[in-house]
């Protein structure tokens, strides 16, 4: 086993939030389900990684009991669950530890969000010298405010500010930064068909 697929964040703390509904994606919870499939048939390890920022009383505090993975999701014996509370899945956990004890070279990212944790974890895993492959369609995002916008406004409100960047435009970001500097950017369909599954490199 030289390859993992990280599960970033697919929690049920981002259904909980009204924006939840202006996502990218809203089949990421099948998309991560299909990659997860294929990496159990192949034999890779499944590591799922969840978000939680205790007492603040939010969806991400655990108290709030939100902090677990959207159903059908569900680790399988074996397959290591860590609660990180940084952007990335390193710096408050021991995946590194995990990763390289258990020889793994390779990285498979999905998640949620694309731009944030996803592209957090990417960066920082092939600084520290992982092959990253990033599967954009088995992320999700959603639409950033603008940082003069003003706290509290509605779904509709935030979509309709024209300086609202928009899920398709995250996307392309976080593609064009990844692409041939961070990682691969590959989709579940190249993943999951017979050829796909096979470990790369």
Not at 4 to 29: C, H
Request: glycine share 8%; net charge negative; with cysteine.
């Amino acid at each position: 086993m030289s390859r993992a697929l990280l599960v970033i964040d697919v929690q049920e703390s981002f259904r909980q939030r009204p924006i939840w509904r202006a996502g990218s994606n809203p089949d990421v919870v099948g998309q991560v389900s299909r990659l997860v499939d294929a990496a159990r048939d192949n034999g890779d390890l499944v590591v799922w990684v969840l978000h939680s920022e205790p007492d603040t009383g939010d969806v991400f505090d655990p108290v709030n009991g939100h902090v677990r993975l959207i159903a059908p999701l569900a680790a399988q014996t074996g397959e290591p669950v860590l609660t990180k509370t940084s952007r990335n899945a390193f710096t408050t956990t021991n995946l590194h530890q995990l990763l390289t004890t258990g020889g793994i070279r390779e990285l498979v990212v999905c998640g949620i969000q694309t731009e944030q944790c996803c592209e957090t974890t990417t960066r920082l895993a092939a600084d520290l010298g992982f092959e990253v492959t990033f599967v954009t369609d088995a992320t999700a995002t959603f639409p950033i405010p603008h940082r003069d916008a003003p706290a509290g406004r509605s779904v509709e409100e935030i979509i309709a500010d024209p300086r609202t960047l928009g899920t398709a435009e995250i996307v392309t970001r976080t593609e064009y930064a990844l692409a041939g500097r961070f990682a691969t950017i590959r989709t579940v369909d190249e993943l999951t068909s017979p050829v796909g599954a096979a470990p790369v490199g």
